[in-house]
């Protein structure tokens, strides 16, 4: 089992961005209750259009959008009933929600759901049973965990019923207690739904973030959804974010879906709803990659095939009769030498820029066998213009 739609747009979004600090920013700033909820309840985006959200993810190649319905600090981005808090008693009064999912329909783009299972805000919010994200919690000393499940039951079955077809549920932070029941729940109201791992039974898939080490050999071996923001410290809307470089991006990108993974990759859009022009340029500038890209990188099976290439790092997938070679960290010279190739190629072509590459098949001075007379002959790819490349992890195809 793995995903059709392997990359999509993280949104995470809420009053926090009125702050322009950190999603967690409550916590974080240390910020008192009183301040931040008045705050909270005067959040009015006046220029939201998600439509222009969609139409960017597209342009970017993503297929789904994952959207914070509810953070850490209990604020509810749509129209729920569990609590007051939430973006219909705000000066701008509208679901937000429902009009992303309506945007989401009408161009063709699918909908997740994160849900933040630590809830500043709600009076039996605090979890002891969980190992983090708790420092932020109002109420510390009302504990109820039959109480929050029934508050997320109900939270869960409003998001799984009222937004049409929801691609993924992404719960945030495991809460250490099993109740196989929630999961249940979300499957009842969406038969189709994937469910991450960080809810309250181990779900579809996992969810590494940020920066990690891939599984041993490089493939994961379960469903993974992967993540990252552009914005280095915050996931939230962060005045004067550091952003990453397009080759970090990039590059973990290419490594992780050609792993078998799919991305999210996160903006935070600011106080009036607009995804402002820098988050924007640094999504495009992945974005120009991965629409060069995503015909090798959306779906694929591994070629097992040990190509014996040496100082280069790489994954082998095969998609109709064809072997791409991601070189996720890039190349080291402007050629590769294959040796345990089985037949002479048809064609070559190096992903990145589209042009057909030279090949030919010849010995080159590697380091003697003393058993030999002679060197192996290698498939030699040469004339590889990776330095115009070098801010992207570099992709060869092979046409066998
Ligand atoms: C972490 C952060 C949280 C963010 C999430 C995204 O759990 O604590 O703020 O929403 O990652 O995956």
Known sequence: MNFDNKFGMFIHWG??????????????????????????????????????WVLLAKKCGMKYICFTAKHHDGFCMWD??????????????????????????????????????????????????SKSHQWGAKYKNQVNTVKLREFIKAQITELLTNYGKIYTLFWDIPPCIYDPSLNELARKLQPDIYINDRGWSEGDFSTPEREYEAANNGRFTRMTEACNSVGAHSWGYRVGEDFYTKRHLCCAIDRYMSAGASYLLNVGPDKKGVITDDYCQNLLKVADWYNRMDECLECHEADDTDYGIKNNKYIANI???????????GIMSNSVAIKNYTKVPKSVRFMNSGESLHYNIIPLPEFMDMSKTTQDELLHIYGIDADKYADEPIVIEIEW
């Not at 109709?320 to 070189?327: I, Q, R, S, V």
Request: one cysteine or more; hydrophobic letters at 30%.
């Open 80 to 129: 729920t009933k569990a609590t007051d808090y939430n973006i219909m008693n705000t000066p701008y009064g509208k679901d937000v929600l429902k009009m992303l999912a309506d945007a989401c329909k009408k161009h063709g783009i699918l909908l997740s759901l994160y849900y933040s299972n630590p809830d500043w805000h709600y009076e039996y919010g605090y979890n002891p049973e």
């Open 15 to 52: 009053p926090y961005a009125a702050l322009g600090l950190h999603e967690q920013a409550l916590a974080r700033y240390n910020i008192p209750y009183t301040e931040y909820e008045a705050m909270a309840m005067q959040f009015n985006p006046t220029e939201y259009n998600p439509e222009e």
């Open 319 to 329: 998609k109709n009769g064809k072997t791409y070679l991601h070189f996720y960290e």
